[in-house]
Each structure stands twice: as structure tokens, then as C-alpha cells.
């Protein structure tokens, strides 16, 4: 029974070994991103003559031997085609060629670009690749023969203006081929010989919502149709291997050459890649089509999922379940389960059945590919080279397998072995610890009575304080007056007392001593005076509540004296003001009154006139002015600052904190420029006896 199992064993690991090997022999990747930028007409020109002027010697004179101008100006001529041939050739190289590639991505390009519109712009860019190459051929024959500088100089410039020319007539060529790269290298990178599912079916059957849910693609959906308009990649685990799945855009029932290009890179998907096809369905109709259009569309494009593992995915049974259908419709997915074909259910909305789907279709995918690969002679005559030998029995004898007892018991774990010992110490050792550290009271920090108050919470400055007796830290700070203690003189039992006495009086107000109509003034001024003491009291009681609740540094005596001092000045001059406005107001009244008086010592008429709104907005006007005039300025308008002296000192600041913004400023893209049109470097200057290769 040993030899089998280890020979079977084997027989497995060869299989899955050859499995590997041709895999990775029939598997090619397709990387469209690093293909070069394809520039424009214009900047083709201007990068190779402005290499050639950088790259060539620039100076000649006709003073020299006819030979060295002849290889001067040939020098530039064979330096500018070597440039123009190297670049084109790099596109022609670079663009995949539709006849090596496989034929998925064929005719994915021949479905996005058009294949004979590709295949005309790579090709105009080889012929001109090819003609820059006689041009220069033919113009350095000519240059053999130049018998003065000036003859070479305009052969030169004759070739180089004929390269450009050539050029400037590829300009749509290089237009599109650019416009190609670009949507190539945002194609999804999709390896047609790897383990694949591809899921297809009518527009909003639920197709992006399944690859969203068993893959970490980010695919959009939407509750209306065609919202996925191009393939996309997810991929997923399964069995230890990498799968990936690609969503295709929603397909029509209509014919074939009715079918727009969003349908058709779905169909070459369908034709070209080896894959394990989901066909979508979606039995409670939400998606706008019945289920017998479904059923159409299954069997119009049936001649494409030939050789293919085929799963019908049925989708939103939290909505309509096969139950739900007609009879016909139920008799038509019998049919459809007696060919072969595996019919699954979910919902990608609650995600039920959606595990059981992949699972399914993954297991069908890879019964077919061991089943297509195991057809391989190379793999075949492989496997005929192994033998499996099974031991006949000699006897009736059973001989059961031999476990010692030590073994047994270090499977079962009563072994005291030196790892099992190492853990149970350990876990020893933090049960103790846990016990022990649960038994200590806790401190709390500063930091756990921050997360416990949030907002509320501020920082206690006493309780960091160091003193000989801690009762002490939240003692109230004596006040010193004149050199002595305020708290000396007051009396300790003053509060008792006169609470006593308001006690006293109230129990007079009750029995009605006061409700005599003969009262004194001298009666009225106490009680006055009394009333004022009493709401004297409360405010004093609030401010000192205030003062003992404050947490915060207390300010140095210098501090406090300059703070009460600018409450004083502000205090008198809001005084002042207040007084000069009331005297303008009794100027203005008597103003007013004066010319009143006149109008009416002149009129009897009872009526008003216009002279007295007049007056009155005279009045008003001149009581308007003094408080315009009379208001200060408020802080916000000094820019947060008291005195004058104080801002002309913030300005001075001001000015010198930008002088460095200013030194540093450069000017950005923002900034109004003219570029260049002539680089200094390009077009001035001579040759030195140094190097040659860059000036």
C-alpha cells in the first residue's frame, strides 16, 4: 500500500510538472505601455535638426581644402537621415504587428482602430523611413562633386529641406498612430492562454456586479443599460492558482454585422479566448428584455462557445427564482442541464450562490484543461514511461501499520516535550501577571482624563505642585494689600452673621413692621442702600466663584498693573466720549429749540410745516455727526493693536519679514513670459580646442 501511494504521488508531480512547462511555453504577455511616444510632425523636425546642430561641428570656412567642407556638410546630412531613420523605425518596431500577436488582440485592434487604417499609417512611416534613406544616399553622392562651399552648403540644406518635407506629409499618420498608443496602453492587460472565466449576456443582468464581488476590480454599475462599454480584468484565487475574469460589455440580439464596437470587442472576447464562459441571465426581467430574448440571444451566439466549458449563471433570485417561471421556460433549462451545460443560481445583491458559481465554474475550467492537455504526445509518452507495481499479499496475515507509544502520546500531546514546557510557563507567567496587575490600583494619567472629558477638559497646573503638605495645592492665594494680608481682616464668622441678620428681617417683613404708610425718607434711603449691598453681594460671591474655578497661571504683578492700567484709560475715555456727545446733543436741542420758538412766534397756523422737518433733520443729522465723530476706531480696524506707536512698530515688522519673499520671488507659470524663439546656445558662438561631443 506504501509503494502505491508513493508512486501515485509521483505520477502526480510529473503531471503537474509538465502541466507547468507548457503553460509557460504557450503563455505570452503583451505589454502595449512601453511603447515610445509618438510626437507630432512639428516636434519630430525640431528635436532631429536641433540634435544635429548640437551633436555636428558648426564651424567651416571656404578657406579650407574642398575635401573637409565636403566632409563637413556630409557629416550633417548622414547624422540627420541616421536620426529620422532611427526614430521611425523605433514606431514601426514598437506597434505590435498584427500578423505575430494573437489573434485576440488582432482583431481587438482591427474592432478599435480599424485594421487597414493601422496597417496604411505603419506602413507610410516605413516607406518615408526608407526615401529618407535614398535622400541621403543620393545628396552625399551629390556632395562628392561640390566644388565650393557654397555648393555643398545648399546641397545640405537641399536634403535636409527634403527629409522635412518628407515629414510634415506624415503629420496625420503620426496623428493617429498616437492617438492608437495611447488607447493601447489603457487597454486592460488580458493573457489569453491563462485560466480565464468570461462572463457574458444582455446589458444590466448583474455581470459587473459578480466580478465586483469575487475580485478586488472596481468595475461601475449602474441601473441602466451598456454601462460597461470596454473589457475589464479582475482576478481571483482559487486552488492555490490566479484567475482572472473578465467582464464584457452587454450584448444585443441582432445579427452580427448589425453590432456596434462597444458588442464587438465582446464577441472577439467570446471567439478568440480559452475560457470558462458564464452566460448571465437574469429570470426576473429588472434588465428591460423577457426571458425568452435571453433564451434567443443563448442560442444565436451558442456557435462561439464551441469547445468551451459553458455555466449558465441564473441571477437576482432574491427577486424571481426558477420556481417563478413558466413551465416551458423551466422545460427549456432541463434541455439546456441534458447537454452538459452546469445551470447555477445567485444573487449578487445578498451574495448568495455566489462562492457555489465561481467554485463551479473554476472546477469545470480546470477538468478541461487537464482533460486537453493530457491529449499531448509529448506529455503522454511521458507518462507511458512510468510503472506502477502493486504488491500481491503472500498470506491471510494482516499486518497492521506500527505506531510506538511514544509517538502516539506526543501526537495526543501528554508529552512534556521542551516547546509544550516553554508555553506553559509562559502562560503561567501572564496569568500571574494579569492577576497581579488587576489587584494595582491604577494612577490615571493626564492623557485618560483627556479622552474622558474631550472638550471639557484642561490642563491642572496645581497638581504638578510641590509642596510640604498636598492639601495645601488648592488653597485659595492670599491677597496682599499695602504690604498685608486681606484675609486678616476679615472677620472669619461674617457670613453667619449676616445671614442671621437677613433671617431677622425677613421674619419683620412678615409680621408687617414695615407695611406702615408713615415711613421716613431716612427708612427709604436704608432700604435702598440695602438692595444695592445685597445685588453688591451676588456679584462679588459670582466673581470670587469664578476666580477659584479659573485653572491658569496667574500673570506676574507688572502684567496684571499694565492690563488694569489699559482698562482705566479705555474706561475714562469711553467716559469722556459719552460726555462730549451728551454735550453736543444739548447744543443741537437748543439749537432746535431756539429757531422753533421764532417759527412759532411768527405762525399761527396749528399745522406743520416743512420748516420743522427740517429742523428736525438738522437735529438728527447734527446727533448723527457727533457719534460718527465720537466713535473710536474698533481693534479690528488698527489691525489688533492698542497705540499708534504699537502699529507702526507691527508694519516695520511687516516689511521686514516679506524683504526675503521678495528677494526669493521667481517668476512661475503663472507669470507673463515670451519664450525664446532663438536659444542663445543653438545659434551663437564658436568651437573651443576642448571637447567636441557638447558645447
Not at 548622414?78 to 488582440?105: A, G, R, S
Not at 444573487?347 to 462562492?355: K, N
Not at 467716559?575 to 439749537?591: A, G, L, V
Not at 516689511?655 to 542663445?680: C, S, T, V
Amino acid at each position: 500500500v506504501v509503494v502505491v501511494v508513493v508512486v501515485t504521488s509521483v505520477c502526480c508531480c510529473l503531471f503537474s510538472l509538465f502541466v507547468g512547462i507548457i503553460e509557460v511555453m504557450s503563455s505570452k504577455s503583451y505589454n502595449f505601455k512601453s511603447i515610445t511616444v509618438v510626437p507630432t510632425a512639428k516636434s519630430f523636425v525640431d528635436i532631429v535638426l536641433s540634435r544635429t546642430q548640437r551633436k555636428t561641428p558648426t564651424v567651416v570656412h571656404k578657406g579650407y581644402a574642398i575635401s573637409r567642407i565636403r566632409a563637413f556638410y556630409t557629416r550633417k546630412v548622414k547624422y540627420t537621415q541616421q536620426n529620422f531613420h532611427d526614430k521611425l523605425k523605433t514606431i514601426v518596431d514598437e506597434f505590435p504587428t498584427l500578423n505575430d500577436i494573437h489573434p485576440f488582440y488582432a482583431d481587438l485592434i482591427n474592432v478599435l482602430y480599424d485594421k487597414d487604417h493601422y496597417k496604411l499609417a505603419l506602413g507610410q512611416v516605413n516607406v518615408a523611413c526608407h526615401m529618407i534613406d535614398n535622400i541621403a544616399k543620393d545628396y552625399v553622392r551629390l556632395l562628392k562633386y561640390g566644388d565650393s562651399l557654397y555648393r555643398c552648403k545648399q546641397l545640405k540644406r537641399a536634403a535636409l529641406g527634403r527629409m522635412c518635407t518628407l515629414m510634415s506629409r506624415l503629420k496625420t499618420s503620426l496623428a493617429y498612430l498616437e492617438q492608437v498608443r495611447q488607447h493601447l496602453s489603457r487597454l486592460p492587460s488580458i493573457d489569453p492562454n491563462t485560466r480565464t472565466l468570461l462572463l457574458t449576456g444582455f446589458p444590466n443582468v448583474g455581470k459587473s456586479s459578480f466580478v465586483n464581488r469575487i475580485t478586488r476590480a472596481d468595475v461601475e454599475v449602474q441601473p441602466y443599460a451598456f454601462t460597461t462599454k470596454s473589457l475589464f480584468v479582475g482576478h481571483t484565487d482559487f486552488q492555490y492558482l490566479r484567475w482572472q475574469v473578465i467582464d464584457t460589455p452587454g450584448i444585443l440580439d441582432h445579427p452580427l454585422e448589425n453590432r456596434n464596437t462597444i458588442e464587438m470587442q465582446a464577441i472577439t472576447a467570446l471567439a478568440h479566448l480559452r475560457a470558462c464562459v458564464l452566460f448571465v441571465m437574469d429570470l426576473s426581467e429588472q434588465c428591460d428584455f423577457t426571458v425568452d430574448q435571453q433564451f434567443s440571444l443563448f442560442e444565436n451566439i451558442k456557435p462561439l462557445f464551441s469547445n468551451k466549458p459553458l455555466v449558465i449563471v441564473i441571477n437576482k433570485i432574491d427577486t424571481c427564482t426558477v420556481d417563478d417561471i413558466t413551465q416551458e421556460q423551466r422545460d427549456q433549462l432541463k434541455e439546456y442541464e441534458k447537454q452538459g451545460i452546469s445551470i447555477v443560481s445567485m444573487s449578487t445583491l445578498t451574495g448568495e450562490g455566489v462562492s457555489d458559481v465561481k467554485t463551479a465554474a473554476c472546477e469545470k475550467l480546470l477538468a478541461d484543461r487537464i482533460e486537453i492537455k493530457s491529449r499531448n504526445p509529448a506529455l503522454r509518452s511521458g507518462i507511458n514511461a512510468l510503472r506502477v507495481s502493486l504488491p500481491k499479499p503472500r498470506d491471510d496475515i494482516e499486518r497492521p501499520s506500527f505506531i510506538p507509544e511514544g509517538a502516539q502520546k506526543k501526537r495526543l500531546g501528554r508529552v512534556a516535550t521542551k516547546g509544550r514546557s516553554q508555553r506553559e510557563e509562559k502562560r503561567a507567567k501572564d496569568e500571574l501577571y494579569k492577576k497581579l496587575h488587576g489587584s494595582i490600583e491604577q494612577r490615571k494619567l493626564q492623557r485618560d482624563l483627556q479622552e474622558e472629558q474631550r472638550e471639557d477638559f484642561s490642563v491642572d497646573l496645581r497638581n504638578e505642585w510641590d509642596l510640604i503638605d498636598p492639601s495645601w495645592k488648592y488653597d485659595s492665594i492670599p491677597e496682599i494689600v499695602d504690604g498685608r494680608n486681606v484675609a486678616d481682616f476679615v472677620d472669619p464668622h461674617i457670613m453667619e452673621k449676616l445671614e442671621e441678620l437677613e433671617r431677622e428681617e425677613e421674619e419683620r417683613e412678615a409680621a408687617g413692621e414695615y407695611d406702615s404708610e408713615s415711613e421716613d425718607e431716612d427708612s427709604k434711603v436704608i432700604r435702598a442702600r440695602a438692595r444695592i449691598i445685597r445685588q453688591r453681594r451676588k456679584v462679588l460671591h459670582l466673581i470670587a466663584q469664578k476666580k477659584r474655578t479659573r485653572n491658569a497661571p496667574v500673570l506676574p504683578k507688572k502684567a496684571r498693573q499694565r492690563l488694569e492700567l489699559a482698562k482705566l484709560k479705555k474706561a475714562a475715555a469711553k467716559k469722556k466720549q459719552s460726555e462730549e456727545r451728551m454735550s453736543r446733543m444739548d447744543d443741537s436741542e437748543d439749537i432746535y429749540e431756539g429757531t422753533g420758538s421764532s417759527r412759532r412766534a411768527r405762525s399761527r397756523s396749528p399745522t406743520r410745516t416743512h420748516a420743522d422737518d427740517d429742523e428736525e433733520e438738522f437735529g438728527s443729522s447734527m446727533e448723527a455727526a457727533a457719534r460718527r465723530k465720537t466713535e473710536a476706531p474698533s481693534l479690528r480696524a488698527q489691525g489688533g493693536v492698542l497705540t499708534k506707536v504699537l502699529k507702526k512698530k507691527a508694519d516695520k515688522l511687516q516689511k521686514l519679514g516679506f524683504r526675503k519673499i521678495n528677494y526669493q520671488g521667481k517668476q512661475g507659470e503663472a507669470d507673463r513670459a515670451i519664450h525664446d524663439k532663438m536659444p542663445k546656445h543653438l545659434f551663437s558662438g564658436k568651437r573651443g580646442a576642448g571637447k567636441t561631443d557638447r558645447r
